[in-house]
């Protein structure tokens, strides 16, 4: 990233020790556990890597989002996506709209948990029949006195199995469309919560992905985040930093990915020289830094924006669509050249290869980005 200042540079060391002490020794174990132990997350609130640019109030460090931006970064190196994602989706997936529209009880008894590390949250948004159409949703609230009686099943919820509470999204009127959705916080130790089959996934082995299920959970009031009518609002808000969050995982990725077949190049031998007295190889390699380089413009772009509080939805959908096209084609281009090992998980860049499809699906697929941008443009 540019512009970093020594305090950033002190912030991104202090990551990088931790991903090489705490995380890359362990990641064989977790990726065949099929999950990060929750021991970890603690660590990390410990750390204060879990409320970066969170009011110290609720045990944050009240930081421009530069640093959130250099923790992902770094999460995202640390050889395994899965435990990279795991992180983010508590700290820029299912926080932002309950640390910025969250009641004074939210965020002192969820915010502040999620933020030491002594809670894990998860998204609740996709469903069984409705992915990408988030305003066709149909888990459905009802008001009953002071509380709410919700109803619905989730599906491909990260984190969805140690969850403690979940940032959901359900319909709360008959109005059609987006207008009736509001965002709840659900404790999913309730009455009725209970979480279907673990759903084993061809990629991010070390985030354990469920289905949840939703029966008569009765929440207070005062779980709702903002106001009756406002979710998708919400959820479109926190997509922002959700999205800008994906990329920037990628980013360290491929950063690593990169380093590491340039590593290869230098060592291994063909027909007696290094691969990288190979013109072919050379060139292969300068255009993946080339194409890395495009997408940290374009994230630094959209964490600059972020800093000063423009909204940057449209740059971050163009940045996710790119990203996702480029970084399936640079990771099997690094697998190519790394030729067996490249298929081989103990291999980082393997993995990274595994893992590379996510980015065009999850947080929104590559077609809904070209339909925001579409939008944007005034194309629809």
Same mark, same amino acid.
């Given at each position: 990233m540019f512009g970093l200042t020594e305090e950033h540079k002190i912030f991104q060391k202090t990551v990088k020790d931790f991903v090489d002490k705490e995380i890359r020794p362990n990641v064989a174990e977790w990726e065949a556990?099929?999950?990060?132990?929750? !021991?970890?997350?603690?660590?990390? +609130?410990?750390?204060? #890597? *879990?409320?970066?640019?969170?009011?110290? &109030? #609720?045990?944050? $460090?009240?930081?421009?989002?530069?640093?959130? !931006?250099?923790f992902i970064q770094e999460m995202g190196k640390c050889g395994s996506c899965g435990v990279a994602l795991g992180i983010s989706v508590q700290t820029d997936m299912a926080t932002p709209a309950l640390a910025k529209h969250g009641n004074q009880f939210l965020k002192e008894t969820y915010l502040a948990a999620a933020i030491r590390g002594d809670m894990i949250c998860?998204?609740?948004?996709?469903?069984? =029949?409705?992915?990408? =159409?988030?305003?066709?949703?149909?888990?459905k609230a009802v008001k009953k006195g002071n509380s709410w009686i919700i109803n619905g099943a989730k599906t491909f919820i990260t984190n969805g199995i140690q969850a403690d509470f979940v940032t959901l999204l359900a319909r709360t009127n008959d109005r059609p469309g987006y207008a009736g959705l509001s965002l709840f916080v659900v404790p999913t130790k309730l009455t009725g919560f209970s979480r279907g089959k673990i759903l084993k996934?061809?990629?991010?082995?070390?985030? =354990?992905?469920?289905?949840?299920?939703?029966?008569?959970?009765?929440?207070s009031?005062?779980?709702?985040?903002?106001?009756?009518?406002?979710?998708?609002?919400?959820? $479109?808000?926190?997509?922002? #930093?959700?999205r800008?969050?994906?990329? *920037?995982?990628?980013? +360290?990725? *491929?950063?690593r990915a990169y380093k590491l077949t340039k590593q290869f190049i230098q060592e291994r031998q063909a027909f007696g020289v290094p691969l990288a007295k190979m013109q072919v190889t050379r060139h292969k390699m300068a255009q993946m830094l080339a194409e890395i380089k495009l997408i940290?413009?374009?994230?630094?772009?959209?964490?600059?924006? !972020?800093? $000063?509080?423009?909204?940057?939805?449209? =740059?971050?959908? $163009?940045l996710k669509l790119v990203a996702a096209q480029l970084q399936q084609k640079i990771l099997e281009e690094c697998a190519q050249i790394?030729?067996?090992? +490249? *298929?081989? &998980? &103990?291999y980082e860049v393997a993995r990274y290869f595994r893992d590379s499809k996510l980015l065009g699906i999850g947080g929104g697929t590559n077609e809904i980005m070209k339909e925001i941008i579409c939008k944007y443009e005034g194309l629809e």
């Open positions: 556990a099929g999950r990060t132990p929750r !021991a970890f997350w603690k660590k990390c +609130g410990e750390l204060g #890597f *879990l409320g970066i640019n969170y009011p110290e &109030e #609720f045990g944050g $460090m009240n930081a421009e989002y530069t640093y959130t !931006a250099i998860a998204v609740g948004v996709t469903e069984p =029949d409705h992915g990408s =159409d988030v305003a066709a949703i149909t888990t996934k061809t990629c991010y082995q070390a985030s =354990d992905t469920a289905e949840l299920i939703l029966q008569n959970v009765e929440v009031e005062q779980h709702m985040i903002g106001e009756e009518g406002k979710g998708f609002i919400y959820q $479109m808000e926190q997509f922002q #930093f959700e800008l969050a994906a990329c *920037l995982l990628s980013l +360290g990725g *491929l950063k940290e413009n374009s994230v630094n772009a959209c964490v600059m924006k !972020a800093n $000063m509080g423009i909204d940057f939805t449209k =740059d971050v959908s $163009m790394h030729g067996g090992c +490249g *298929l081989m &998980e &103990e």
